[in-house]
């Protein structure tokens, strides 16, 4: 409590009701505050909307490879559990790695027991002429791991690197394992028989399906590995995964076999800890693998309404946060964009569309084929024009704002009369008429920065809001309430 002179002297106390303090700085913090929170709703870029984004992308079912004959090739889709952990290999395209460009962190994860994008890698060969015959993968030779193509566009290869001070594992400190955008020397991996007797005389011999292997990373010599430590991320409680070989400190089987002239020194047969012990699945029968089949390309019909659909959940202003997006990628103020910022908007708002689907847009979009994507036509398509009805109420709306028939309405004219009663996130309990007002002044845009709106502007600002609205009695009701016409 703060006292002034008088009160110290026997004066009056404050009222309960007097402001005292840095009140109007407070006030002013949570309005920015509240400001800001509506302008990351608005362009999708909430926290919890990136992580749900990302969720479903990561954990989409697919397929992995079924082997007829028991014995893996190149170009298989494959899991790999660990035996210490007894978790799956999975990477997490949210959690970046500071020490490269562009590198996500890979754990052992509970999170599915069913192949899913984050969980699922593609054998892949280094080079044709490494001396092995045939497409299997045999043992002693070089491979990578790159990540399923529904997971990311682009591959991402299994990467370690020796440590140093800006390069090891998050908790362990031991050599640091990620998913890289580069394919290198750092990103080579060889497959080692499990039983460290026979691991010299397997060298060549083709590595069975669904059997335990140690994976050795060709650059440094060490053993990939995950031990039951705690890492937690968005998906929940993983484990760590880092490149270290945990040998069994007993030599005694080793130096009576040099003794009797089994082995030589330089043949390792010391075993390894379960930590680096992975057992290579694949599909269990025919029917539950992913069959190598031709993807139907979809309609545009199809993919703008599912574009349509997810934007209508973001409720009645999802068209105009995406256009905000847009229009912020638009650098030159063409209003088109190339098929890569194209595709980044989308998927920036949580929108996450495939490949295929993203190109059909593109051609649907690129009119005279010069490469370049005009969003206020894709914007205008997904929304749809204000029927005769509609658009009638708009412009007695509009009239009734323009007290002189100038054609020019300032933002004050505006928010002087416009009443958020009847709107749809008020009527649905969503949202409150302050925020909902607040939210209609910030998402106004003119063509030109001048705090003045064109009947254009206005009808194009109701085009976004009547997409959300199939009904026309709701409509009318709406803007009559708004406007109390």
Not at 119 to 148: A, C, K, M, W
Not at 456 to 478: G, L, P, Q, V
Request: charged share 25%; with cysteine; proline share 3%.
């Amino acid at each position: 409590m703060l006292f002034t002179n008088q009160q110290t002297q026997g004066g009056p106390r404050y009222s309960s009701k007097v402001l005292i303090g840095n009140w109007n700085e407070d006030v002013e913090l949570e309005q920015v505050r509240f400001k800001d929170f509506l302008n990351k709703r608005e362009t999708g870029s909430l926290s919890i909307n990136q992580v749900q984004g990302k969720v479903s992308k990561s954990m989409m079912p697919v397929g992995h490879s079924f082997s007829h004959d028991g014995k893996l090739r190149f170009g298989d889709k494959i899991m790999l559990g660990n035996q210490k952990t007894r978790a799956f290999l999975a990477c997490d395209l949210g959690d970046k790695i500071q020490s490269h460009e562009f590198g996500c962190a890979v754990t052992t994860s509970n999170s599915f027991q069913a192949p899913v994008a984050r969980g699922v890698f593609i054998l892949t060969r280094v080079s044709q002429n490494d001396g092995f015959p045939s497409d299997y993968l045999h043992y002693g030779q070089e491979f990578t791991l790159t990540t399923h193509p529904k997971l990311w566009s682009s591959l991402l290869y299994l990467h370690s690197t020796v440590v140093s001070p800006f390069s090891f594992a998050k908790f362990s400190r031991y050599q640091e394992v990620c998913m890289h955008s580069i394919k290198g020397p750092n990103t080579i991996w060889i497959a080692e028989h499990v039983d460290s007797k026979v691991r010299f005389e397997s060298q060549g011999m083709p590595v069975i399906a669904n059997s335990d292997v140690v994976i050795k990373h060709n650059q440094t010599g060490q053993w990939l590995s995950s031990d039951q430590i705690n890492y937690r991320n968005d998906f929940g409680l993983d484990y760590e995964v880092s490149c270290h070989s945990y040998l069994d400190t007993r030599k005694t089987q080793q130096l009576s076999s040099e003794k009797t002239g089994k082995i030589t020194v330089d043949i390792p047969t010391r075993l390894q800890g379960l930590q680096n012990v992975w057992r290579i699945f694949t599909s269990e029968r025919p029917e539950c693998a992913e069959e190598k089949e031709e993807v139907l390309e979809s309609s545009p019909e199809v993919v703008l309404n599912s574009v349509k659909k997810v934007l209508l959940e973001r409720g009645a202003y999802g068209i105009r946060g995406l256009a905000k997006v847009f229009k912020n990628m638009d650098d030159n103020g063409n209003r088109l964009l190339d098929p890569e910022d194209f595709k980044w908007g989308l998927y920036n708002y949580g929108i996450y569309l495939n490949e295929n689907d993203i190109k059909t847009l593109i051609k649907t979009f690129d009119r005279n084929g010069d490469g370049f994507v005009n969003f206020d036509e894709f914007l205008t398509t997904i929304k749809g024009k204000l029927n005769d009805n509609r658009l009638r109420l708009v412009a007695l709306a509009y009239e009734k704002l323009d007290k002189n028939g100038d054609g020019q309405v300032t933002l004050d004219d505006i928010a002087k009369i416009y009443d958020a009663s009847k709107h749809p996130e008020v009527r649905a309990g969503r949202l409150t008429e302050e925020q909902v007002f607040r939210q209609f002044i910030t998402m106004w845009d003119t063509e030109k920065p001048d705090g003045i709106v064109t009947m254009k502007e206005f009808a194009r600002y109701y085009e976004d809001i009547s997409a959300s609205i199939d009904s026309d009695n709701y409509f009318e009701a709406m803007i009559r309430s708004a406007w109390k016409l």
